[in-house]
């Protein structure tokens, strides 16, 4: 039995983590707030630009605002990033690999579809996946578990034939909440960021569905979410 994948879309389909934190920071200069963006989005990274901004601000803002706020980050990010997306190297040769190999693949991010389309239809990659999960797909995004579970269900594969590629701690502790393995891709992060992935890469180079069955047999169960981390405030947004 091959798992089904799972792929998280920012700083794993590319490695656009840099690019996201320059668009908060400049929105964070218009704000007269003095939060630093690379330092907010170590330990946020995964969640909805909305959930996300919640945390900057010491009283509640309207959820309307925050939808403006968002929408004036996703242009910046948008701008940014323009001429500089790539498909996260040795990406679209493992992708074809797992395909070969009889992998089921899912993209689950929570993007909503114009954002998804931005990465993946302008890099080709959407031919690689049998289903695409985003925002639009589940009531709660991350770090709750739907995003994975959903398109889990929709592969027709257990939470525990999945395994989920993750960059952010969040997204690894949802596939954690949900049953499902994780390889991190250390795009932003370092493997000691992380709790207990069967992998830590920090791209798809020399990456294959062979190895990833190796790693596997090294952790034949899935780990259980650190409570520590999931009793953060950040984590019942």
Known sequence: M???LIFDMDGVLVDNTPYQARAFQLLFRDLGLTT???????????????NIL???FHNPIPDK??????????????????????????????????RAAGHK?????????????????HLDLRRYFDVVIGKADVAKGKPHADTFAVAAAK??????????????????????????????????LKEKDFQNPCA??????????ERLQELLKTQPQVPKP?????????MNL
Do not use: H
């Not at 929408?71 to 074809?96: C, D, I």
């Not at 952010?168 to 250390?186: D, T």
């Open 200 to 209: 830590y890469i920090k791209n798809f180079t020399g990456f294959s569905p």
């Open 2 to 4: 091959f798992p089904a």
């Open 226 to 234: 650190d409570k520590q981390r999931a009793q953060r405030k950040y």
């Open 65 to 98: 605002q925050l939808k403006e706020y968002a929408s004036q980050r996703e242009f910046l990010y948008r701008t940014l990033y323009w001429n500089k997306r790539r498909a996260m190297p040795g990406l679209v040769a493992f992708l074809e690999a797992a």
């Open 155 to 188: 592969l027709g594969a257990r939470p525990a034939d999945c395994i989920v590629f993750e960059d952010a701690v969040l997204g690894e502790q949802a596939a954690y909440k949900v049953g499902m393995r994780v390889v991190a891709v250390g795009s932003s």
């Open 105 to 121: 693949i899912a993209l689950g991010t929570g993007s909503p579809p114009e954002t998804i389309s931005y990465i993946i239809d």
């Open 36 to 50: 630093n963006a690379r330092q907010l989005l170590q330990r946020l990274n995964g969640m909805p630009a909305t």
């Open 54 to 56: 919640k945390t900057v």
